[in-house]
């Protein structure tokens, strides 16, 4: 398997524009991940899907963010309109089982100018 | 609630010396632990998890931990440090079934230095 795939890797766009992060996870994971790494925060859970359904979503910043997990091999980290503090390294993780060992994406680095 | 605490944000060893890095948890229920590493520019890598068998659990580049769980430790060693160990380690606890159901919290992570 190729493992957890993000796109873009980096991502750099300026202040007020639509940004979309994309994930496709490991097929046959059930559970899907949004984290956002920041020196000042370190790693923070944003939202996370069960079969595609959110089930915690209380990690979300604000209303300027927002994700879907339209299917079983996809999803998307919307942000609009973009700021400069939304600038971070955003992962994606998957994992078949809940609580268990989570699969990492290699990230997307989005500057926000 | 479940917490995660890393003690020491960096830890600097010389090449051949002992790696230990330490992390405490909390958790209402028995809880599942992790180590993971991140290289620069990479995502994260898990090293080893303990999920309620052997206490003593070995994973990947020759790193170990030890779940105490009457400390509520689950400090990650490794012998003999190597320069590419260089890297920052996280530690995270879920409990399965919890309140916190699916969920991993990490710790802040530290960031390990290999000395020549």
């Known amino acids: 398997d190729a493992g957890v795939i993000q796109s873009p890797r980096h991502e750099v766009t300026e202040m007020g524009q639509e940004v979309t992060l994309r994930c496709k996870p490991i097929?046959?994971?059930?559970?899907l991940f949004w984290y956002r790494q920041t020196m000042m925060r370190g790693l923070e859970l944003l939202i996370y899907?069960?079969?595609?359904?959110?089930?915690?979503d209380s990690g979300m910043p604000e209303d300027r963010f927002s994700a879907k997990m339209p299917n079983a091999s996809f999803s998307t980290l919307k942000i609009q309109p973009s700021e400069p503090r939304d600038s971070a390294v955003y992962f994606c993780?998957?994992?078949?089982?809940?609580?268990?060992?989570?699969?990492f994406g290699p990230g997307t680095r989005l500057t926000v100018t | 609630a479940q917490s995660v605490t890393q003690l020491g944000s960096h830890v600097s060893v010389s090449e051949g010396a002992l790696v230990l890095l330490r992390c405490n948890y909390s958790s209402s229920v028995p809880p599942y632990l992790f180590w993971y590493v991140q290289y620069p520019n990479q995502g994260l890598q898990l090293l080893l998890k303990?999920?309620?068998?052997?206490?003593l659990v070995k994973g990947i580049n020759g790193f170990e931990a030890e779940f105490k769980k009457s400390e509520t430790s689950f400090h990650l060693t490794k012998p003999s440090a190597h320069m590419s160990d260089a890297a920052e380690y996280f530690c995270?606890?879920?409990?399965?079934?919890?309140?916190?159901?699916?969920?991993?919290?990490f710790g802040q992570g530290t960031i390990l230095t290999v000395h020549p």
């Open positions: 303990y999920t309620s068998a052997a206490t």
């Open positions: 995270a606890v879920s409990d399965p079934g919890g309140t916190s159901y699916g969920k991993l919290t």
């Open positions: 993780a998957s994992s078949i089982l809940t609580g268990d060992e989570q699969y």
């Open positions: 097929s046959g994971h059930d559970y």
């Open positions: 899907f069960n079969n595609n359904v959110p089930i915690d």
